[in-house]
């Protein structure tokens, strides 16, 4: 059988680097969308990963533009023939209290974290109806599901991609299509690392587990949401956060 194929956007950031990796561990042919700026980096990125031996492929694509994503989908499937599992991880941070945050900083985080799921997942969706298969993973966060100091944009933006999952999950259920969400705590990547230092060790102080997460952990749930064999889960919202939540 020909290998399933997977598109994961944001592919290579720290959780969507290990998702890629684990996605073609299992035997999937991996496709990661980047943007225009992360070029240079993309090709080392991909260089890196195929001296491990992982082939990975990259389409430039920038989430937040309707257009720039219904030229993506042409690329991927003109090089792959159709996409099974799509993967929304791309996403950024533009923290900031209500009260300070400019409008350009609430519009950028809901274009590309939320509006970026529509983009791409609309691309692909049909295809998926038709051949009766697909599994849509949406990485969301725990700041989706308790709210965050300083992130009114983020937590909405994450918070309405669970919406997104659950009522994608209903309307794919009879056509072999999941969507979930994967919520995921701090995780030790560059955006974690980019906070001021104090507020990151005093957030991670109140974590249960007394670390960040790694984004093998992640990403291993991700890998398994992506297998045919987990065809009955659907519409779930899988935190991977350390017993974070539990203690709000
Ligand atoms: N808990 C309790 N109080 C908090 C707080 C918190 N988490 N954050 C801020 N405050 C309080 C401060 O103690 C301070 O109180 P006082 O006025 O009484 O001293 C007040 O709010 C103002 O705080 P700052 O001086 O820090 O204000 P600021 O405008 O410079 O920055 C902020 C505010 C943007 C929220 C900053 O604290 C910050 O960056 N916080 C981190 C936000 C965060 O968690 N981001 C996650 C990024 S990683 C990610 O998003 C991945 C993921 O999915 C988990």
Redesign the pocket.
């Known amino acids: 059988m020909n290998k399933r194929v997977a598109l994961v956007t944001g592919g290579n950031g720290g959780i969507g680097t290990e998702i890629c990796k684990q996605l073609n561990a299992s035997g999937h042919r991996v496709i990661s969308t980047c943007v225009d700026a992360e070029r240079e980096n993309v090709r080392a990125w991909q260089q890196g990963l195929a001296e491990k031996g992982m082939e990975v492929d990259w389409v430039e694509c920038n989430v937040a533009d309707f257009d720039a994503c219904a030229a993506m989908a042409e690329v991927v499937l003109a090089r792959h023939g159709q996409v099974d599992v799509l993967v929304n991880a791309a ?1 950024i ?1 533009r ?3 209500l009260h ?1 945050m400019a409008r350009h900083n609430w519009e950028s985080v809901i274009s590309i974290n939320l509006s970026g799921a529509y983009n791409v997942t609309r691309q692909f969706i049909e295809g998926m109806r038709e051949r009766g298969y697909g599994r849509i993973i949406n990485i969301s ?4 599901q308790a709210g ?4 009114t944009n ?1 937590s909405a933006a ?1 918070a309405g991609l669970h919406g997104f999952s659950m009522a994608l999950a209903k309307e794919g259920a009879r056509k072999g299509i999941t969507a979930n969400t994967v919520s ?4 030790d ?1 560059a ?2 690392a ?3 230092d104090e ?2 060790n ?2 991670v102080s109140q974590i249960p587990a007394g670390r960040m997460a790694r984004p093998e952990e992640v990403a291993r749930v991700v890998a398994f949401l992506a297998e045919e064999a987990s065809a009955y889960i659907n519409g779930a919202n899988i935190p991977v956060n350390g017993a974070q939540f539990t203690s709000f």
């Not at 995921?184 to 995780?187: A, D, K, N």
């Open positions: 996403g941070t923290d900031g209290f300070k966060s725990v700041n989706g965050q100091f300083g992130q983020y994450k995921p705590g701090y995780v990547t955006m974690t980019a906070m001021p507020v990151r005093q957030i």
